[in-house]
Every structure is written in C-alpha cells, then in structure tokens.
T-cell receptor
Framework: DAGVIQSPRHEVTEMGQEVTLRCKPI?????LFWYRQTMMRGLELLIY????????DSGMPEDRFSAKMPNASFSTLKIQPSEPRDSAVYFC????????????FGQGTRLTVV | TQLLEQSPQFLSIQEGENLTVYCNSS?????LQWYRQEPGEGPVLLVT?????EVKKLKRLTFQFGDARKDSSLHITAAQPGDTGLYLC????????????FGEGTQLTVNP
C-alpha cells in the first residue's frame, strides 16, 4: 500500500478563494482524521470519520471549514472563503479500530493564504 | 488549554547527553502513543503504552506510562544527531472513543 496520500502538497491562494484539500486513506482503515499543524497551536484535530460518517467535528474552527467523506477511499477538507490565518500544514491520517491502533499520516498539505 | 501538555517545548543538547521529555494531563487515557516527526513529513509512531506503570524500550529510547495513566515520559540515552526531530505524545481517552489528541510537541536538536 502507498500509505495515506494527500494532495496537493503545497497550495498558495488569495484571501477569499475556496481551497479544497484531498486525502486517500489506507485501504481497509476504519477511521480518518484531519489535523491542522501550526507553530502556535501544534497539531489540532479538526474532524474525524468512522466508516465514512463524521463522528466529532468539534475542532472545526468555524463554518468556513467543511469536510466530507463520500466513500471509504476519499475525503476532502474545504475552506470557503479562505483567510490568511488559515495558513498551516493540514494532515490527513487513517487508522484501524482500537485504542492501540497506529495513526498513519500523509505528508501534509502546506497551505498559504495571502 | 491543551489536553496534553508537553515539556520542554524546545531542547538543544550535545551528542552523547541524556534527556527526558514529559507529557502530562489531568485526564485518564486508555492508551498513549509517542510519535516522531521530521521536517516535511507526517508524524510516525514510535510506541504505544496502555497499562499504568508500563515501561517500553526501543533501543536507546525508554517510554513510561504513569501509574494513573495521566502522564508519560520519553527518555533518550546517549542522544545522537539522528534523534533530532519533533516528538509528539498522543492519547485516547476512555470516554472519547477513537479520538486521538496530540500534545504540542518537543522539538529536539542534537548537535554533533
């Protein structure tokens, strides 16, 4: 398996534009997580899915952020409209069920909003 | 307020020195994990601990889970430049299912 695949690796966009980040989890994994990493706040959990169903979206900053998982092999995180304070590295991770399960991370998308 | 507090945030030491990184919380965790992250990459799992008082060793790295399952430590013996990276603790609470929450991380630099 190629691991968790995220695209794009880098995204530079202007304030007010819509941004869509994409993730392909590891086949067979039950859970998918979206995280945001900044120097100030570290690695924050935004939302996670179990079997394509959103379970906890309490970490989503505001209504400008939305996430979907239409099937077991694809998820998107959308920001509309984007703002400079959204600049961060966004990670997608997937795991199997269980309290000892390892979270496998993608390489992240570095988002810069100017 | 972070659920998991790591200390120190930054650590710069010389090759051969020993160090300890701490991960503390007021909450009880069903499991706690340590990850290491290198620049431009996602975090990678080092170890998982699940039992209070548990100690696991991975070569020069020793991980301990507190008796009450609220805290953990990572000790590195004779650090090497290859140990440089961001070390992150992450936990799953009994009441939060599979939600995996991370600490802020400890940036370790080992100078040759």
């Amino acid at each position: 398996d190629a691991g968790v695949i995220q695209s794009p690796r880098h995204e530079v966009t202007e304030m007010g534009q819509e941004v869509t980040l994409r993730c392909k989890p590891i086949s067979g994994h039950d859970y998918l997580f979206w995280y945001r990493q900044t120097m100030m706040r570290g690695l924050e959990l935004l939302i996670y899915f179990n079997n394509n169903v959103p379970i906890d979206d309490s970490g989503m900053p505001e209504d400008r952020f939305s996430a979907k998982m239409p099937n077991a092999s694809f998820s998107t995180l959308k920001i509309q409209p984007s703002e400079p304070r959204d600049s961060a590295v966004y990670f997608c991770a997937s795991s199997l069920r269980g309290r000892v399960s390892e979270a496998f991370f993608g390489q992240g998308t570095r988002l810069t909003v100017v | 307020t972070q659920l998991l507090e790591q200390s120190p945030q930054f650590l710069s030491i010389q090759e051969g020195e020993n160090l300890t990184v701490y991960c503390n919380s007021s909450s009880v965790f069903s499991s706690l994990q340590w990850y290491r992250q290198e620049p431009g990459e996602g975090p990678v799992l080092l170890v998982t601990v699940v039992t209070g008082g548990e100690v696991k060793k991975l070569k020069r790295l020793t991980f301990q889970f507190g008796d009450a399952r609220k805290d953990s430590s990572l000790h590195i013996t004779a650090a090497q430049p290859g140990d440089t990276g961001l070390y992150l603790c992450a936990g799953r609470k009994e009441t939060s299912g599979s939600r995996l929450t991370f600490g802020e991380g400890t940036q370790l630099t080992v100078n040759p």
